[in-house]
Every structure is written in C-alpha cells, then in structure tokens.
Nanobody
Framework: VQLQASGGGLVQAGGSLRLSCIIS????????MAWFRQAPGKEREFVAA????????YYADSVKGRFTISRDNTENIVYLQMINLNVEDTAVYYC??????????????????WGQGTLVTVSS
C-alpha cells in the first residue's frame, strides 16, 4: 500500500485548505486512516483519524471544529478539510494508514503506512 499526500501550500490565517491522500495498492475502507503533522522542532502529533469500520472520526483538541477528515471510497482518497487556519497549524502533514484498535488510534505506532508529507504554511 502506498499513500500520496498533496494539497499543502501557503495560506493566510483564517483561510482554508483541503489535503488529499491517495491510496494505491489497497482500498481505503480496509484501513483506518489518519493525519498527523510535524512542526519544525517538534514531535509528530496526531491530528485526525477515521476508523476503518463504522467511519467514526477522532480529532485532536487543537483542531476540533475546524478540521474534518473524510473518505471517498470510490476514488480511494482520504481528505482533511481545514478551515479557520492559524499560524500554529503550520507543519508538514502526513497521512497514515493501518488497522489501529480504538485505544491507540491517536498513536503514531498504530499506523504502518505513511505518505511523504505535504507542507502547510499559515501566515499571519
């Protein structure tokens, strides 16, 4: 399975972006999918997750209400819609896939497929 993330760019604070993660070599509904991000000098952190069964979603507190993770099963793409972006959202965003159990759905170690990352820069 390969993941390819895209959609990053430069946006002003308050703006919006939609990231895409194209899945090849597998079907998106077979995996739990997630987005993580890593800001300069910081650890990679959980952003959002979508369970493989049921489609329940989970978010980091810092993005709740602003980011939405979704899946297009026909196109094998997972999206991260981001609105009301702020400077603290600046990071490289990574999509990830795996079959995590609920208790570790926010853990990097739960995912074994990773995309290459796409840079989001939010200017003030």
């Amino acid at each position: 399975v390969q993941l390819q993330a895209s959609g990053g760019g430069l946006v002003q604070a308050g703006g919006s972006l939609r990231l895409s993660c194209i899945i090849s070599g597998g079907t998106s509904r077979s995996y739990g999918m997630a987005w993580f991000r890593q800001a300069p000098g910081k650890e990679r952190e959980f952003v959002a997750a979508l369970r493989q069964s049921g489609g329940n979603t989970y978010y980091a507190d810092s993005v709740k209400g602003r980011f939405t993770i979704s899946r297009d099963n026909t196109e094998n793409i997972v999206y991260l819609q981001m609105i009301n972006l702020n400077v603290e959202d600046t990071a490289v965003y990574y999509c990830a896939g795996g079959r995590p159990i609920l208790s570790i759905i926010r853990s990097r170690e739960a995912y074994y497929y990773w995309g290459q990352g796409t840079l989001v820069t939010v200017s003030s």
